[in-house]
């Protein structure tokens, strides 16, 4: 905890200084030995949240949003590696270090980060829908790939009468030119027509099985889906690499339930990562307005959505009747924003290169413009730090290299490493 808190004096200082936190500098440290004597576990930073929040709802307990802030008070340097891109959505570390990275209209390229040099188009991939929210989405590495070169990645796939979120796998080829033996493997149910929320992150298991996040699609009529078993809409599901539910998985002998299913209840679910420490995973969704969530995931349970929220409708109105925020049954989001940060890709830090970086959970934010970075313990937010807030960029996807470095993209096209 000690790390966690630091002085209102100390904050005053690092208030003063933020600015001098640059994309081509690292950043400075500014404390003084007179003010690291007197830090106290009792004072903390203000909330980095000082806006006025969309509703007046009250947190299900303390600490559930606007935390205490907290400071990075190791050095570290974030550099633009290439400006490049187009709409990148999805980034993985190759073997070598090199990253191959999903651009949302439908094209994966590889980047060398030492260069900065960005790849041909790998051809190969099947066509995406990318109106609105779609396009190709996410993307991972098998863990094996090092021998089978496979690879995982969600897309919007468009049908006859409408489309719907996808995964398929691949094998990138020897040369790096193309994806071979393309195989779409899971199809969202049902088709709809429309242009958003389709989630798309996804993530391998420690079992070799898969977990991806899929959206209600946004609409009213498709909203409430959320909460039926017998669609795909508002899920995470887990499956195995060939798209089969995986055994085991909690809904499996339940009449009319998709058998994949792991969780439900949820909206535009995006981000997933494993907690290093305790292997839980977790998920982030992007809420309604002032209702962006951090969720820990558990077999079987239902986030809420449309049911419970503390967000009210983009447009203005309340949403659910009646307007509730709890509910015996349903889950309490870990932690929730209000104003929304817009959350997309998240990962855990793993190591010490930074070491009060350790285990904090980096989130995306896309119309909040930063990064957030988390400290949590025990399960509970304790910490919120805003990450290249200076930037103006809006930040997509986010994944950390074997040598302990973080790698961002933007919607912009950027791709930025943060590292000691
Ligand atoms: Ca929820």
């Known amino acids: 905890m000690k790390q966690v808190f630091t002085s209102i004096f100390f904050a005053s200082i690092f208030a003063a200084c933020t600015s001098a936190n640059s994309t081509s500098d690292a950043n400075s440290t500014n404390s003084t030995d007179t003010a690291k004597q007197d830090k106290t576990v009792e004072d903390s930073l203000p909330p980095v949240e000082t806006r006025k929040a969309n509703a007046d709802f009250e947190p299900a307990f303390e600490g559930q949003t606007r935390i ?3 400071k990075t008070e190791t050095p570290y340097k974030t550099k633009i590696i290439t400006k490049e891109l187009k709409k990148p959505w999805g980034i993985v570390e190759l073997p070598d270090g090199r990253l191959l990275i999903n651009e949302n209209e439908g094209v994966m390229r590889i980047v060398d980060v030492s260069t900065g040099k960005v790849s041909e188009k790998i051809t190969g ?32 796939e468009r049908v006859d009468d409408g489309n719907h979120t996808a995964v398929a796998k691949g094998k990138l080829a020897d040369d790096e030119k193309s994806i071979k033996n ?29 977990f991806v996040s899929i959206g209600e699609r946004s609409d009213k009529e498709t909203r409430v889906k959320a909460q039926d078993l017998n669609t795909s809409f508002g899920k995470i599901i887990h499956i195995t690499t060939d798209g089969k539910p995986v055994a085991g998985n909690p809904f499996e002998s339940q009449e009319g339930a998709l058998p994949e299913i792991y969780t439900y209840g949820h909206r535009n679910p995006q981000g997933l990562a494993f907690h290093p420490v305790t292997g839980d995973l977790w998920s982030n969704e992007f809420g309604p307005r002032g209702g962006d969530e951090l969720n820990l995931i558990k077999p079987g349970n239902n986030y809420g959505w449309p049911i419970i929220t503390y967000g009210i409708e983009y447009a203005g109105g309340k949403i659910g009747d009646p307007v509730i925020q709890q509910k015996e049954g349903m889950e309490q989001p870990v932690y929730y924003w209000d104003p ?7 990962t855990f830090y793993k190591g010490n290169n930074i070491p009060e970086w350790e285990n904090n959970l980096f989130l995306c934010g896309l119309n909040s413009n930063h990064i957030a970075r988390l400290v949590i313990e025990n399960n509970k937010v304790v910490g919120e730090e805003r990450i290249l807030a200076d930037e103006g960029e809006r930040f997509r996807a986010i994944t950390q290299g074997e040598n302990g470095e973080l790698f961002v993209v933007t919607d912009g096209g950027k791709l930025y490493s943060i590292t000691n």
Do not use: C
């Open 182 to 210: 393309v195989e779409v493997i899971y199809r969202a149910t049902p088709t709809y027509d429309g242009k958003l929320h389709y989630g798309g992150r996804v993530i391998f298991d420690e079992n070799g099985d898969l």
């Open 340 to 346: 929304v940060l817009s959350p997309s890709g998240m």
């Open 125 to 156: 991939i099947p066509e995406v829908d990318d109106r609105g929210q779609g396009g190709l989405l996410g993307l991972t590495l098998s863990p094996d790939f090092s021998n089978s070169r496979m690879i995982y990645w969600t897309f919007t």
């Open 68 to 70: 205490a802030g907290v």
